[in-house]
């Protein structure tokens, strides 16, 4: 594999579609908008998943799961809905194909018509609060806090590799409350938990916001949202978390009998994220030599490598690696040890780069003399002789402060790349020559969010949940404003 | 919750219906032939799910993702498999709706529908060896051991929760082997690893065998399957795994550089179990009380439920359960602790019946004056009092032994319904009147074979891979048979 990747600095764009590919994270199938995700990134995808799913358990949640098809009516129930989600989706409408009349191929049957069109779950809402009135009848059925692991289907004109696909996994919370109250704190206790999983595990910091009206999930009275800046100054929405009100409740007609003994709509949130996640990782981090990966979510924490020419010496290193191995495994570490002769340790070197693996270590004769081994990051590409005797104490120090470090970084990338504009011109500058995200005054209306976003193609992406009050004026409209709002142009 | 649930023996397929329902695993949606999974049942399918995947990757397998929508026209590739599997299928014609005239729903819209038809992945053989052409060059890039969790449509016309539904969820394995031997040995071995799993997870004794022609996936040379008998006397297929020749490698041209420098194409195996699985675990254990389910599947496994007056009393039992469930914990015993007041005892006795957790623990304030507890075992539905100080280990104890209980009731039933027919008359008997599997001579012919079904709806289960020689006659066509056979009815 020719490990040359495009430079972010020449396209960032083309530098992603090559390092996603070649890393073997994903590729495109032969299908529209449809990916393969590859055994690697798979296995990143997993950690994530078993991480999140920990902590949705850890916070009250069950996992279920519900039909993948939904009847087109379920979509018409609610109105904002049906405009958000229901329009460019893939739609079953027969279910046989028979054979064509030259026995060669195949053809969709027209007697089997489906009286009502089927549409694949491009989110579950419908098909969920059709399910819960069932479920609830009185407050004892309450709260129901429940998730999904799904695929879902949105046809995307534009596709890009983990950022935007027709076909992605994700997860969607849906949980059903006997009280506003209640709904609220779980929709804001959700986007905790996404803030803390980025910025822990992901070593991702966020801004954890509210969205603008426009900006809101369709259904939604509140979309509260995690925002990520990539390394091109670019903001990447990574999860959401919406209340709901009563919206589905109404929509389905879903009632229950409170313990005062009257009929009450229940209140509901949503929250999902998705292998979107999968793009925020890999920009948050990488650099022109591949991938980099945070240790709590690399797949091969550790990579070790013989550096041998005869026989003999092969074997007598593979004899030391196998302690080295078994320590390591002690503390949890996973590591793999990559003695295959297919590959000189120069290819390997450059593969493990690409790959992310967070730490390398290359052991040879003149190592073994030593009692020593060379120990690499991959995120500062240093290295270092460490000896044998403590190394996996040090990789399990190591480890950590690579974690730190990636985390460090992101977070000091992300802050100076919060910048304030007082005037459109400054804005416009910023946006142009700087990126990132720009706080700027906003009066609060949909109309100058839009001219904004007509103009320079930024949009809102969040209003801080710590935002400072502070008096000042819109740079459009020159109408009062109570707080700056961060914008930024976005995946 | 109502818990009287129809007897078996008054009508088996109603009991199972109920059970299904009314202990919470899974139920009906409003769409044809779909099931939702209920919270508890799907707690169960992600037990199996994190055993068997752990098991896949004992043996070097990884998890990978491919689309859910396939081209028409990939179905078309490999002949035998077009027919089993393109007909009865989900198809995907358009991708956008658009508002009706008269504002109020939603329809198809015309203008965009698709080139080529999309089909719901019935299986992912095509899809995947489309894949695997772009994966496989030479023999440095095989093995490929990939394995795909994901959820599945076939039409099906007659739907039950589980056992034949439209969508449903499972994993199918596809690897890419050098040599036909290599493949085959990997078939064998993930239809031992299917094998293994029933018996030492879902205490469930199956009998490994081979598919007989007519039986085989469409598209394989071979079919290996495990078959389980339920207490019906039906059989249940729980898992097959298919050596499939160079078949795919053809339709999709798949060809490898061997190290002798020739092209060859490629060997491969797919194998697959699905939520099936979770009627065939109902079906074997449990009983006109609910559920019974072995410990090593059961999301929890020791239910502890406080007998009290006062709520002094409540708090004293309390104290003392939570000693009890720290115990429990840190033997890596999942328990529940069920003080919610909302419900009496004698309901919460029921209720954990029907959901079928192993041991229940009742405590009351004469127990914490003995210091002892009144331990239930689910199997057997026997109590006793134990002394409070070594329930810990008197409880690991117990739930080996109903582990091994289940099997052996399990294989003692399953090992009465294996009975010997040398005449079809016998066959007959046998069938209406005792069920369960029966070994008769078949001359190896798919006529005989398709009439036996046609007379009585008896299949061919498998031909047990331990099988002994036997010369005989078949019962229909009176030719020469070298070997028994097991037919039975099936689900």
């Known amino acids: ?23 073997g994270l994903a ?15 798979y296995a990143i995808w997993e950690k994530m998943q078993a991480q999140l799913d920990k902590m949705f358990k850890e916070t009250g949640h069950q996992n279920a799961y519900f039909p993948l098809l939904i009847p087109k009516s379920y979509f018409s129930k609610e109105a904002k809905h049906v405009d958000g989600f229901a329009k460019e989706a893939a739609v079953v409408t027969h279910y046989r194909l028979r054979t064509t009349p030259d026995g060669k191929g195949i053809e969709v049957d027209p007697s089997a018509k489906l009286e009502e069109e089927l549409i694949i779950r491009p989110t579950s809402e419908t098909i969920i609060w059709d399910t819960y009135k069932r479920w ?35 997860q969607e919370g849906h949980t059903a409350h006997a009280t506003r109250e209640e ?43 995690i925002e990520a800046l990539m390394q091109d100054g670019k903001a990447l929405q990574s999860g959401t978390s919406h209340f709901l009100g009563q919206n589905f ?40 030599n591949g991938l980099v990966l945070p240790p709590k979510l690399a797949p091969i924490q550790v990579v070790i490598i013989p550096i041998y020419r005869k026989d ?23 590591v793999k040890y990559d003695d295959s002769d297919n590959y000189k340790p120069g290819w390997k070197f450059n593969e493990y780069e690409l790959k992310g693996v967070p730490v390398r270590l290359a052991i040879g004769p003149r190592d073994l003399e030593n009692g020593t081994v060379e120990v690499a990051r991959r995120d500062t590409l240093s290295k270092e002789i460490v000896a044998i005797e403590n190394v ?78 502070e008096e000042g004026v819109d740079m459009i409209s020159g109408k009062p404003s109570k707080q700056r709002v961060l914008f930024a142009k976005a995946y």
């Open 1 to 23: 594999m020719s490990k040359k990747l495009t430079k972010r600095s020449e396209d960032y764009s083309k530098w992603y579609n090559e390092l996603v590919v070649k890393a």
């Open 27 to 41: 590729e495109n199938s032969g299908i529209r908008g449809m990916m393969v995700i590859k055994p690697y990134g």
């Open 136 to 170: 609830i009848q009185s407050y004892r059925d309450l709260p129901i806090l429940v998730n999904q692991w799904a695929n879902v289907m949105r046809w995307e004109m534009r596709t890009r590799l983990f950022l935007r696909t027709a076909e992605f996994l994700w």
């Open 183 to 225: 709904a609220v704190k779980e929709a804001q206790q959700m986007i905790n938990v996404y803030g803390d999983f980025a910025e822990n595990f992901m070593a991702m910091p966020v801004i954890k916001g509210v969205k603008s009206e426009t900006e809101r999930f369709a259904g939604a009275e509140d979309t509260y949202t």
């Open 249 to 288: 409740a109404k929509a389905f007609d879903v009632k229950f009998l409170s313990k005062e003994g009257t009929l009450e709509y229940v209140w509901a949130t949503s929250w999902g994220v998705s292998t979107r996640l999968m793009g925020a990782l890999i920009m948050t981090h990488s650099d022109d």
């Open 312 to 334: 003999k010496q092969r074997q007598e290193i593979s004899a030391k690696v196998d302690e080295i191995v078994n320590k390591l495994k002690a503390r949890g570490i996973s």
């Open 392 to 469: 996996d104490e040090h990789i399990d120090n190591l480890l950590s402060d690579i974690q730190e470090n990636l985390y460090k970084k992101a977070a000091d990338y992300r802050d100076a790349h919060i910048t304030k504009a007082d005037s459109f011109e400054e804005f416009k500058d910023i946006l142009e020559n700087k990126g990132g995200f720009i706080a700027a005054h906003w009066d609060g209306t949909p109309e100058t969010e839009e001219k904004i976003k007509e103009l320079t193609k930024a949009t809102i992406r969040c209003i801080p949940l710590d935002n400072p009050a």
